[in-house]
């Protein structure tokens, strides 16, 4: 498998990249990514083969079928990290909750969200790739909440790679910001910025622009790289799963091998989703993918109606804060697939120029044969929560959005897998306001009346945060960023 640009080529980056390329550098010319150019089409012999398979062997052959250019062994070490979620052997366990209805649970591992599926396996990558290279990186984070502790524990002690993240100081839940501070490693810097999370991320942005800046890292021979998922290297682990849970259903008996089923993704930047997609064309029998959004919802605005549109549009902030965005990274590979380069040049300057881009009724028609979404705001996903949980399922603010599109969205009666991307724990005082009426709760509350009320126990892990020393105690002004970083580097 190669790697071609979704914007076309400027004659200054290679027009094609290996894998292993795409992961060192993931940005690509006029400010496009990579994508792959092709995908294996795997049939339902490659499905039947795999029926009895644990995790780590069909993500083994899954990734051969990609033919990277990473050794064998290399792939086996990556893909060991599971070894230290709840089940090894089942590192993403797919619930029956419903008739037609199953969550595939794709917390289990460190840091209890979803973002650990592919982080995890990329930090053992992109480290070895770099160690092979005698090269040096830097990945700059910055996080509201989920993303941070899972990049900074995918590479926390890994050889020739560096982290600095920054988040907003206040502006994660208790667990978050625990999570980080009390990451204890020479190779992680973790911020605290006085500021909000666009603060943090205009930081981000200003210090790449710095001239200060990559002339030090050019002194210090450092290269920068990106964790979060415009890099490739973390969307090839998010296909893994959802062949995974599609087998998890023929498995359970809900369908029979080559029956289809839907899949339901709460998204933001659009990397699950994406990963579904990529699934899809590669084989596995999807009817349609549901994109569930919160109330920031230009995905599922694009999906039903064809329009980009954020001339009029401020960020609102949710109870499913890692699905608040308005610019949605991944949209871009699924429009350069449908729609090749150069179209996807045009919509994406239209969007950069003019906050907006509208697709013509042919192209609109086609997202629509892949695509179903719809949106949700707090209050409906609290509803939802409440429902679930009368029915004896807890589950977390981003996976409730789910539930309505599939009651709105699903044109046929299919079983359907809703995607659950963060555990309970990490947003127990919205949970604990839903379930039981308690508002204003610490996380700490909050995670033990739910334990308490729910008869449910928090995970060693989480309930371990609040004895661990802070490592990171870092909090200063959006003005000091660029020092600290330099002084880390
Ligand atoms: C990151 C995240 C999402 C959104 O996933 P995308 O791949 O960016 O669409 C949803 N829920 C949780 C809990 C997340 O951490």
């Known amino acids: 498998m190669y790697f071609i640009e979704t914007r076309g080529n400027d004659g200054h980056h290679p027009s094609r990249l290996s894998f292993s390329q795409a992961i060192l550098s993931p940005l690509a010319s006029f400010g496009g990514l990579f994508a792959p150019d092709g995908l294996p089409v795997l049939g339902e012999a490659f499905l039947r083969k795999h029926l009895e398979s644990g995790y780590q062997a069909l993500a083994r052959d899954l990734l051969k079928a990609f033919d990277l250019d990473l050794e064998s062994a290399l792939i086996d070490e990556a893909l060991r990290c599971y070894a230290s979620f709840d089940n090894p052997q089942n590192p993403a366990p797919v619930v029956k909750i419903g008739d037609d209805l199953f969550v595939s649970e794709l917390y289990h591992g460190p840091t209890r969200a979803f973002k650990d599926m592919a982080l995890q396996p990329f930090g053992v990558v992109l480290s070895a790739l770099a160690r092979q290279r005698d090269e040096r990186y830097l990945i700059l984070a910055a996080t509201s909440g989920d993303t941070g502790p899972a990049t900074l524990e995918a590479f926390k002690g890994r050889a020739n790679v560096k982290v600095a993240c920054l988040y907003p100081h206040g502006g994660t839940s ?25 603060d943090a991320q205009t930081a981000l942005k200003h210090l790449l622009g710095s001239t200060a800046f990559k002339a030090r890292l050019r002194e210090k021979q450092m290269h920068l790289s990106a964790a979060n998922s415009v890099n490739f290297g973390r969307i090839a682990f998010q296909i893994i799963y959802h062949f995974h849970s599609y087998l998890e259903l023929v498995r359970q008996g809900a369908i029979p091998l080559g029956g289809k089923a839907y899949l339901d993704v709460p998204s933001g930047n659009f990397g699950n989703a994406l990963g579904a997609y990529y699934a899809m064309k590669m084989g596995l029998p999807i009817e349609k993918i549901l994109i569930a959004s919160n109330r920031n919802h230009v995905l599922a605005d694009l999906i039903e109606t064809g329009r980009y549109d ?180």
């Open 174 to 198: 208790d667990v978050q910001r625990l999570q980080m501070v009390t990451e204890d490693a020479p190779n992680l810097k973790v911020i605290g910025i006085r500021g909000d999370f666009d």
């Open 310 to 489: 954020i001339r009029q549009r401020t960020l609102v902030p949710t109870s499913a804060p890692a699905m608040d965005i308005l610019k949605s990274s991944n949209i871009e590979r699924v429009l350069f697939d449908l729609f090749g380069a150069e179209r996807t040049r045009e919509l994406m300057r239209q969007l950069d120029e003019r906050n907006y881009y509208a697709l013509t009724p042919e192209e609109l028609a086609r997202l629509q044969e892949i695509f179903g979404a719809d949106w949700c705001d707090d209050e409906t996903a609290l509803a939802y929560i409440r429902k679930a949980y009368e029915n004896g399922y807890l589950m977390d603010t981003h996976t409730a959005t789910c539930f309505k599109p599939y009651e709105s969205r699903r044109e046929k009666a299919l079983p359907t897998i809703i995607y659950s991307t963060a555990e309970w724990t990490k947003f127990s005082p919205t949970l604990a306001r839903a379930l039981f009426n308690e508002a204003g709760l610490s996380d700490e509350k909050a995670l033990r009346l739910i334990a308490v009320r729910a008869g449910v126990s928090v995970p060693e892990r989480i309930q371990a945060l609040f004895e661990k020393p802070v490592a990171q105690p870092l909090v200063i002004e959006k003005t000091d960023i660029e020092q600290a970083v330099l002084e880390f580097i």
